[in-house]
């Protein structure tokens, strides 16, 4: 199946792009991407710690089960509304 | 109202997406930018959202006032971009039958905002650095 | 800015008043001519005021706001005369480096200036009669 | 000596006038206005007990005693800002 993954923000640059298709296996979770961008560049694993996905607007754990079309993305720690 | 926006915000989009004749109060809070982040000299700031979720999460917000007030009338700006010093990064508007539960609801937007709405700060400060902050923190200088 | 005035109030005034660079957060709050009063339909209001001393009295409020929390940053204005149904009686800016303490001195402006600034609001209803009210009750009707 | 009055809202109704001149002994109070007061209109004595007493933009109690040129004012219950 193949998904759309987005990255904003510090994803973006670590990353150098913005979005993405990925062709995945049946049964493919948001694990799976995790760990096959982890295998491009070993020091995104360090922030996933801090960081939250979601699949379909939807805050989604490691756990979540992706389907065809689903659209992913990697959200970094949250800095909306103001500091004040 | 729930919007990301590219454009300079007044404040008056959320009051008059609001107002209702039988509200009698509006609390309106706006976040502006600071010319300092604990004191380091801000040159401007960049936001970034994912706009689809991110109105997507302003409207659950609005839909947890309801059940918690029974305010009903919540609106939410937020602009992306470049912020120079001053400018509105974001604004909240909540029309209510009493204020007492008008302010308490606007609060609340403001702290479920920065909690749960996908929206990221970069930071320009005026020694040329620059970061992406998380709450009360450089989360990653760039 | 502390003052009583007989044009129409859009917030703005207040907001430019209390705008600076070093605070991020404000905290607006409106309070507009509701189309009812515990159900009774309103037709319009007046607001008679004691100008000097109701300006007088707004800036002691800012001042014990400053005592309490710091917060130098506050401006109040309040329409006189006739006032049509949705149009702003009162206007309360708050600038300040923290939201929390924002929202807490605005809501302090409010409570303050209901009870101790010297302004009477005459009720006018769709049934023809009119009233001068007091707090939660039609004080003398006339 | 000479102070000024002023009345609003209600006590503008009431009295049919907004302002006055008055004409005081030494020694006068707040207290001897509104005897004055009473005497033209004894109806008004029932709403002093919910009304304050201004002197030069400040309240002040019936026993404030009163100066050459003062302002003085009637202050019915106050509603300003918002009923909400």
Not at chain 1, 46 to 58: A, G, I, P
Not at chain 2, 29 to 55: C, I, S, W
Not at chain 2, 74 to 82: N, Q
Request: glycine residues 6%.
């Amino acid at each position: 199946m193949k998904v759309t993954v987005k990255y904003f923000a510090v994803c973006h640059e670590m990353l150098n792009r913005s979005e993405e298709e990925m062709q995945l296996p049946e049964g493919a979770t948001v694990r799976t991407i995790l760990k096959r961008l982890e295998e491009e560049w070993p020091e995104i694993a360090e922030f996933y710690e801090v960081m939250q996905m979601s699949v379909n607007w939807e805050y989604a754990t490691e756990d979540t089960e992706l389907s065809e079309g689903d659209e992913v993305a990697l959200i970094p720690p949250v800095t909306g509304g103001t500091d004040v | 109202m729930f919007k990301i926006t590219d454009k300079i915000i007044t404040g008056s989009e959320v009051r008059e997406a609001v107002a209702a004749p039988d509200a009698g109060a509006i609390v309106l809070f706006l976040g502006t930018v600071r010319n300092n982040t604990d004191g380091k000299a801000v040159q401007h700031l960049e936001y970034e959202a994912y706009p689809p979720m991110a109105e997507k999460k302003m409207a659950e917000i609005a839909q947890e006032i309801s059940d918690k007030w029974g305010i009903h009338r919540v609106a939410m700006i937020h602009r992306v971009g470049k912020l120079e010093i001053g400018e509105v990064s974001v604004a909240v508007a909540v029309a209510s039958p009493h204020r007492k539960d008008g302010f308490k609801a606007c609060k609340y937007a403001m702290n479920r905002l920065k909690q749960i709405v996908p929206i990221w700060k970069r930071e320009v400060w005026t020694d040329g650095e620059a970061g992406w902050v998380k709450p009360d923190a450089v989360f990653f200088e760039t």
